[in-house]
């Protein structure tokens, strides 16, 4: 499941309504779980009722096993960050932000 919510407390409530579900985060707007059918329309019920009409956009995708067998995840250790944290030394270009 991945999420594009502009609103902070929306975006709060989706990823809790996620973990809820018993997902797990992985990476700040995306969570992944195992859920049966049930379960699954149940969270995309209670997705659809917290974003309402507030601007924003939710996409489930269903994986079967046997796809998500398939699965391969390149990752190293990140250092604990928050969208828009700097690293020391790392140049911010505000110009670039507004594009």
């Known amino acids: 499941?991945?999420?594009?919510?502009?609103?902070?407390?929306?975006?709060?409530?989706?990823?809790e309504a996620c973990k809820d579900y018993g997902l797990e985060r992985i990476q700040w707007s995306a969570f992944l779980g195992d859920l049966n059918v049930?379960?699954?329309r149940e969270l995309e019920?209670?997705?659809?009722?917290?974003?309402?009409?507030?601007p924003?956009?939710?996409?489930?995708?269903?994986?079967?096993?046997k796809d998500m067998n398939l699965r391969v995840e390149i990752?190293?250790?990140?250092?604990?960050?928050?969208p828009g944290d700097r690293e020391e030394g790392e140049e911010h270009?505000?110009?670039?932000?507004?594009s």
Do not use: E
């Open 45 to 54: 019920l209670r997705l659809r009722r917290t974003l309402g009409r507030a």
């Open 38 to 40: 049930t379960r699954r």
């Open 1 to 15: 499941m991945v999420y594009d919510i502009p609103s902070d407390k929306l975006r709060n409530r989706v990823a």
């Open 75 to 82: 990752a190293n250790a990140m250092p604990d960050r928050r």
């Open 56 to 65: 924003g956009n939710i996409q489930v995708y269903p994986i079967c096993d």
């Open 93 to 98: 270009d505000r110009a670039a932000d507004r």
